[in-house]
């Protein structure tokens, strides 16, 4: 009977073993040296191999050894008469390469650590239990920090664009070559430094208060700034950002500029290009839209039509104005043939063009004014003393041109002053 329950507590407590085994991330097995052969293992092991328990106890040895790096398997033998001779808790470690289910077809870095378990009758090993955990994330890293140290110092060095960080108290944790080039520093002379030591207060200030709010906020800030030069103004778009990390001082700000110093130019260029077509463009328009037509030495004729506001009877009477000076004419020939209607705005500016004109030493002739229209004009009680005017534009050519009388043209209406 106390037979049957020490069984039962063995086998409970070999059962709870293998349950704390399984539940370990390492892989583990015991190996009998002289079969050599696997006596134990964990799931850890039957899950990188890919096999299960059973196929795993019959072809452990050869599973694991179809895992491990050829060029590793020759050291193993050493490692065995190593543990051969070891005393009772002696441990031999190393590294090994091998390839799992889990990794597919990548290589990976194991830690191994084996150490002795049982021994025979005769004192020699038996058994040792092995343990094996995948170190290649650890060692990547590992090897990174000097490559990414090295990598980092060159992009400083080589970078185009400016690069710095600073600590929460604004000085300076890194700074790139073109960072120092731009403030005239020395390499290496920046950090530890503030704006302060490169800066005028007030520009330091503007910078140290930009960064309080990247701190505050935890956002972004971008901006174009202006940085006077002794060869001239540089404009920097900038962003600087929260910098976290392992190592990295809490409250530090980084930042990262380019100079568009260029680009704005280029912009300003075509703003100017821009500016110059449009109004190259307005001038055609009111050359459309208020045409003066030289027909004969001395003679303009300038035709209206459409509709009149404040802004076109002021071209009007600009465009006009500009036309006899330029020709030096002695007669303008307004034609409101094509003008819809006449209201107090249009009479007045045709009365000020004449007036304008007569300042000049030259006539206004106007044509083309039809029954309506003169209607409107006697009930609008306008002044066209001083104006001569004519029915048709043929008319008014023949007026200012008396070769146009010998053709047959109408002689006009000349409205006198009183």
Do not use: W
Not at 1 to 10: F, H, I, L, N, Y
Not at 165 to 189: C, H, I, N, Q, W
Not at 260 to 289: C, F, P, S
Not at 348 to 372: D, F, K, N, S, W
Request: proline share 4%; glycine share 10%; net charge negative.
């Amino acid at each position: 009977m106390k037979d049957t329950e020490a069984s039962r507590t063995q086998g409970a407590t070999i059962s709870r073993a293998q349950r704390i085994l399984d539940a370990l991330p390492a892989m583990v097995c015991v190996l009998d040296l002289a079969g050599p052969r696997l006596t134990g293992h964990n799931a850890a092991l039957v899950r990188a191999l890919g096999c299960t328990g059973e196929e795993l106890l019959s072809r452990g040895v050869e599973a694991l050894s179809a895992r491990i790096h050829p060029d590793d398997l020759a050291g193993l033998a050493a490692r065995a008469a190593e543990l051969a001779a070891a005393r009772d808790g002696g441990v031999v470690e190393g590294e090994l390469r091998a390839r799992t289910v889990e990794g597919g077809q990548e290589e990976r870095l194991f830690a191994v650590r084996a150490e002795v378990f049982t021994r025979g009758d005769d004192g020699a090993v038996r058994e040792v239990v092995v343990f094996a955990e995948d170190v290649t994330a650890r060692k990547r890293r590992e090897q990174g920090g000097p490559r990414r140290d090295a990598v980092l110092a060159a992009l400083c060095d080589r970078a185009p664009v400016i690069m710095f960080a600073k600590d929460r108290d604004g000085a300076f944790l890194l700074a790139s070559r073109s960072m120092e080039d731009l403030v005239g520093a020395t390499p290496g002379s920046m950090l530890g430094k503030t704006d302060g030591d490169f800066c005028p207060p007030e520009v330091a200030s503007i910078y140290k208060d930009v960064e309080h709010l990247v701190r505050r906020t935890g956002a972004p800030f971008e901006a174009e700034e202006i940085v006077p030069q002794a060869q001239g103004d540089r404009t920097l778009y900038t962003i600087k950002f929260p910098l976290r990390g392992e190592g990295v001082p809490e409250g530090a700000v980084a930042g990262i500029s380019v100079d568009i110093t260029r680009v704005k130019a280029a912009e300003r260029e075509r703003e100017a290009a821009r500016d110059e077509l449009l109004a190259a463009q307005q001038d055609t328009i009111r050359e459309l839209v208020t045409p003066l037509l030289p027909i004969a030495e001395g003679v303009l004729v300038m035709p209206l039509i459409g509709f009149f506001d404040s802004a076109r009877a002021s071209r009007i009477i600009e465009t006009l104005l500009q036309g006899v000076a330029r020709h030096s004419a002695r007669i303008a020939i307004i034609d409101i043939t094509g003008v819809k209607a006449v209201d107090v705005q249009v009479a007045e500016m045709l009365v000020h063009a004449a007036r304008a004109v007569e300042l000049l030493g030259a006539q206004v002739v106007l044509t083309g004014i039809q029954p309506a229209i003169a209607q409107t004009l006697i009930e609008l009680d306008v002044d066209l003393r001083g104006l001569v005017t004519a029915g048709t534009l043929r008319s008014g050519i023949a007026y200012a041109y008396p070769v146009g009388q010998a053709r047959g043209g109408q002689e006009p209406r000349h409205v006198r002053r009183e």
